[in-house]
Every structure is written in structure tokens, then in C-alpha cells.
């Protein structure tokens, strides 16, 4: 309880540093030539360069980049959702695997987004309880995110579409379409969907629907 209440104190204490001070931002010389459509100003400077100038709040700042962090926190999710299927599927037996995932190294070492989204908000790797908040800070570790989202995602991709490269060639030497059977169907009228053709949940769907299409035989499934 001691160490927590130290911690705590530390955190507070610093708020006396002048290093997150706001300083004064001097306007330089502007002449307006012009707006752009998102808001933003055309313009000549002091050095007569024409240049474009946008002002935003740091409160819209911090909210956009917040915002965009959630969406690419999402596809990453995504992706490391398909992937991890796509690893699973090409495993199987049936497809031509071993019944082992093949290891990925980059990917299999890779924190979750929750890892990072932690390590983002600890000081000084101390458990702490924060009271304030300086805002700079706040914005860096949202950046920092932000950047570290746009690895992970751009990484998880390549992986994506080298699984699924592979995978399709195993799923037509196994009789199965390359790509994963998608459902069918259409909407009556108060909005009641009618599903004309059966989507592919798993690789037990997908060979279940390929034999009753003739496209393909029935295999057993992989489970015990």
C-alpha cells in the first residue's frame, strides 16, 4: 500500500515541471489566397511560398486520431482473425497438412493489440494511479499507437495472402472451390432474407456443399 501511494505521489508531484507548459504560438506573416475543401487555407508566407494552413482543435485532434486507432485496432483484429483461420484450415488433413499449424514467427511472437494498448498508457513500467493526464503525452502514446497498429496490420496482411495464396491451390487439389463457398440469397419485401445457397462456415461445410453440388466428394470431417 506504501510503494501504490509513492507511485501515486510521484505521478502528481511532476505536474510542477515545466516541461508540458503550453507555449505561445507566434502567427507568422499570412497573406489568404484562397480555402481548401477540407477547411484549410491557401496562402503566401513570409518567404512569399504558397502554402496550405489548418488550424483544428486539440481536443478534435486527439478525438480523430482516437478514432482512427479503433478502426485500424479493428482490421488488425480482423485480419489476425483470417489469418489464424486460414492457418487452421491448411493444416487439415483433408487439405493436404499434417494436423500442425505451421509456425510463423513474426506473427506468433506478436503481442495483441491489447498488449500494445497497455504498454501504450504504463509509466515508467510502474502500475500507477493516474489523477491527471497531460494531454501531450496522451497524443504521443495515441500516435505511437497508431504507428504500431499500421506494422502489425501491414505485416498480418502479407502473412494473410500468402496462407490463402497457398490454400487455395490445396482446397482444388482437394475438389473444393479456391475460395471459401459464399452464401446466396435475397431480400423479400419488409426486409426478410432468403438464403438461396448455403455459405461455407468450415471445411466440413465446404465439402459438405461441394458434394451436393457434384462439384466435389464428400470428405470425413478432421475431428476425432
Known amino acids: 500500500m506504501k510503494k501504490l501511494i509513492m507511485v501515486i505521489g510521484m505521478v502528481l ?9 503550453v507555449k505561445e504560438i507566434e502567427k507568422s ?16 508566407n513570409e518567404k512569399k511560398e504558397v502554402i496550405i494552413q489548418k488550424e483544428t482543435t486539440g481536443a478534435d485532434e486527439l ?10 485496432q479493428s ?16 493444416a487439415d488433413p483433408r487439405l493436404g497438412g499434417r494436423g500442425e499449424i505451421s509456425p510463423v514467427q513474426d506473427i506468433d511472437d506478436m503481442k495483441s493489440v491489447d498488449e500494445v494498448r497497455e504498454e501504450m498508457g504504463l509509466k515508467d513500467g510502474e502500475l500507477v494511479v493516474v489523477k491527471e493526464q497531460y494531454f501531450e503525452q496522451k497524443m504521443k502514446n495515441a500516435r505511437s499507437y497508431f504507428a ?3 506494422k502489425m496490420l501491414k505485416l498480418t496482411e502479407r502473412h494473410k495472402e500468402e496462407c490463402e495464396a497457398k490454400m487455395a491451390v490445396a482446397r482444388r487439389e482437394a475438389g473444393l472451390p479456391g475460395q471459401r463457398i459464399r452464401g446466396e440469397g435475397y431480400f423479400m419485401t419488409g426486409g426478410v432474407w432468403v438464403q438461396t445457397k448455403r455459405n461455407e462456415t468450415s471445411l ?14 464428400m470428405k470425413p470431417s478432421n475431428e476425432e
Open 63 to 72: 478525438r480523430i486520431q482516437e478514432a482512427v486507432n479503433m478502426h485500424f
Open 204 to 217: 466440413d461445410d465446404a465439402f459438405e456443399i461441394s458434394a451436393k453440388n457434384g462439384n466435389g466428394k
Open 13 to 21: 508531484t511532476s505536474c510542477a515541471t515545466s516541461e508540458h507548459r
Open 29 to 44: 506573416e499570412f497573406k489568404p489566397l484562397g480555402r481548401t475543401t477540407d477547411d484549410g487555407r491557401i496562402g503566401l
Open 148 to 150: 504500431t497498429l499500421q
Open 75 to 90: 482490421k488488425v483484429e480482423s485480419e489476425l482473425y483470417s489469418l489464424k483461420t486460414c492457418r487452421k484450415d491448411l
